[in-house]
């Protein structure tokens, strides 16, 4: 079996003061006892106004839908 590799670097640039992008990745298994990485990218708002709070609310809401239907369960990565 091959193994994959996931990791993520950020860089907020030169002409920034707060990153807006957010990434997540967590390690799921399945009620059938599949495992599944899933990775989430959310990209900010190009400097609108708390554009790092609208991607963070993306990336937390999807992981909150997944656990609410009940359909993964959530492991440490």
């Known amino acids: 079996m091959s193994k994959i590799i ?11 003061d707060v990153f807006e992008d957010r990434v997540a990745v967590r390690r799921q298994t399945t009620s059938s006892d599949l495992k599944l990485d899933v990775a989430a990218v959310a990209d900010g708002q190009g400097g609108v106004n ?3 709070r609208a991607s963070q609310t993306a990336i937390d809401a999807l992981f909150s839908y997944w656990r609410r239907a009940g359909k993964l369960t959530f492991l440490p990565c």
Not at 6 to 16: A, L, N, P, Q, T
């Open 6 to 16: 996931v990791d993520s670097h950020s860089d907020i640039g030169g002409y920034r």
């Open 50 to 52: 708390k554009g790092e």
